[in-house]
């Protein structure tokens, strides 16, 4: 297990890179804690593989270093790293039955048999193939061949740490709540530093102590998952956590209070921040109020989901989502007002404060 370090890390595919946009990577300086057991996350091309690869070795980065526990490895091999790292798609050895290929990377490492036969039968047991032990792994299905993978980037205790890219996205919704829940536990057991790829808020948030939000090649924030529900740091984050995610609107400052449509809020705005900075708030669909007192609103569709409605509605010109309980009344002339509680400001899509 390891500390590990990306220390200004940049990285481009094609040749000659010049602008920010020809860098997957732009400038990612981060430190994974030992132990640690973090979520990756970030919509499709944001350079979430690129950075998992570059951790493992498997891509050497355009500029940077990367260490382990303070030592350089950025010249290491892949084997020399001695990482796991479970991919989005299958990689197993299709001639193999599925112990030989849970028992190969221990094998390879000369594990003595018996602890070999001991850590695949339990690793069988988890990812619910025991009965399959002794079937040819290409017969199997998609799932239950990823399931050999995850099984093989686990089965091993002595990894520096296991990387996971999206593992489960062909597995079926009741197996990846099951196997989720196992990967915390073994994370529990073993304390490998895991990091974990997906694009779907949910999963990270229910796997994580720490989730790292990346958007177009950088990391945009770190921090709990309560965290980047209360104070998200860039409007994306904001956008992409919760569900429906936070509304953007435009606001102006005025003297120390910010005013939004015809509304005016004494929030906390840091000094630095000029009168009459075009600035946005982030108001969460679950603070704002919907009755027949504040500023009017069009309301465009309601969507019942469960307890909750979340209720689309435009203000003045910008979608608005509303969170309210299913005994909301929600009047034909619809009004809204914010509440305070529930509000970051923004400038060039960076928090500078908020809340009363
Ligand atoms: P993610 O895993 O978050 O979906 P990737 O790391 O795969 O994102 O990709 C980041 C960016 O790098 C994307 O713009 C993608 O098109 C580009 N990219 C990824 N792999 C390659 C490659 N082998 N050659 C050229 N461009 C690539
Ligand atoms: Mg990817």
Redo the contacts with the bound molecule.
Sequence with gaps: MARITLDHIRHA??ANPVADSDY?LREVHHEWNDGGAYALL??????????LNIISGLLQPSHGRILFDGNDVTEVSTQGRNIAQVFQFPVIYDTMTVYDNLAFPLRNRKVPEAEVDKRVRDMLEIIDLADWADRKARGLTADQKQKISLGRGLVRNDVNAILF?EPLTVIDPHMKWVLRSQLKRIHKQFGFTMVY?THDQTEALTFADKVVV?YE?EIVQIGTPAELFEKPSHTFVGYFIGSPGMNVLPAQLNERSVVVGSQRMDLNVPPKTKLGDRIELGIRPEFIHLGREGMPVKISRIEDIGRRRIVRAEFEGKPLAIVADENTEIPAEARVSFDPAGINIYANSWRVGGEA
């Design positions: 595919y094609g997957a970030g919509p499709s091309g944001c350079g979430k593989t690129t950075l890219d790829v990346m090649g």
